[in-house]
């Protein structure tokens, strides 16, 4: 019996031993990858001055960023957790506290397209993945919207992993957009605005669709802890909502067959920003992706 017993503290011991070694190289990968500094070749855009352009930008900014940063541009807290840590979406404007007291125009492409602060570190929860989509002239336009927002002082704390933050990191089950990015790939020709199906695509991938929905937009499995699965939106109950039961479904967060969109994990609420011509082409590059004639 105390040959068992210790044979028994010594697999526990073992075991926390081991864990422990474990959860160590995680912890020390993680802050590896939260330090990691990169080194890209950051390409500017022209930064138009013009009304029309400034439109656009906060259009774009209404529809794909303002759920993070705000409407106001004065950021927001993403994540706060005893645990894991807190990252907040900075405020962008020149206020007390904004990144416009200090960033120039190249510095926002670092940023947007490439994920990247200034010093070349990663930035949390910024989905440059999508971002890096934008074509010249929208992240531009973008840009410029933001320079021109009004000041608002809000200091938004720095984001801060905690051990098990870090350690998520080292797992990959938390990744930083920069890592995902081929950084000096060819940029994609830009498509017309317009209702069609290249359009539709365009936007999808702007909108970070793939990211819950799927690579092939079939159904996924986001990647934020609790959310549902994601369903398919390449399937036949999509053609059966017809176009107008599509965009009604993204203005009002409730699809035809009665079910309601947790605003949580699908931001509808973003999306119903968008006009009825951007909603149309989105509906047509799914029905074509369903078809199999569409190109990503």
């Known amino acids: 019996m105390k040959r ?22 995680l912890f020390l990968r993680g802050t590896a990858k939260v330090n990691r500094t990169f080194t890209v070749r950051v390409v500017p855009v022209e930064v138009p001055e013009g009304t029309e352009a400034r439109q656009r930008g906060g259009y774009l900014f ?6 993070c940063h705000g409407l106001d541009l004065a950021g927001n807290v993403i994540l706060d957790d005893p645990a894991i840590g807190s990252i907040a979406a900075s405020n962008l404007t020149s206020g007390a506290g904004g990144v416009g007291q200090r960033y120039d125009d190249l510095d926002y492409v670092r940023a947007i397209r490439h994920g ?4 070349g570190t990663p930035l949390a929860i910024m989905p440059s993945q999508a971002y890096w989509h ?3 002239d929208d992240l531009g336009a973008l840009i410029a919207f933001i320079k021109s927002a009004p000041p608002v002082d809000r200091r938004v704390a720095k984001a ?7 350690i998520l990191v080292g797992l990959g ?14 940029r994609p020709a830009a498509p017309a605005p317009g209702v069609t199906p290249a359009y539709g695509a365009y936007l999808v991938n702007v909108g970070d669709c793939r990211l819950c929905h799927g690579a092939a937009l079939t159904g996924g499995r986001p990647p934020e802890p609790g959310a549902p699965f994601a369903p398919g939106l390449t399937g036949k109950h999509l053609a059966e909502w017809g176009e107008a039961g599509f965009i009604a479904t993204m203005r009002t967060g409730v699809n035809p067959e009665g079910h309601a969109l947790d605003p949580r994990y699908m931001p509808w609420r973003d999306y119903a920003r968008l006009s009825n011509d951007d909603l149309a082409a989105i509906y047509a590059y ?7 004639t569409s190109a990503q």
């Open 286 to 292: 799914l029905q074509s992706a369903m078809n199999g």
């Open 116 to 119: 990247l602060r200034p010093d």
């Open 62 to 67: 209404s529809a794909f960023c303002a759920g």
């Open 160 to 166: 801060e992993l905690r051990p098990l933050g870090r």
């Open 134 to 136: 934008l074509s010249n």
């Open 4 to 25: 068992l017993v210790k044979w028994l503290l010594g697999l526990i011991v073992g075991s926390v031993l081991v864990a422990g070694l474990a959860a160590g190289f």
């Open 173 to 186: 089950l938390f990744e930083f957009a920069a890592n995902r990015i081929v950084h000096d790939a060819k």
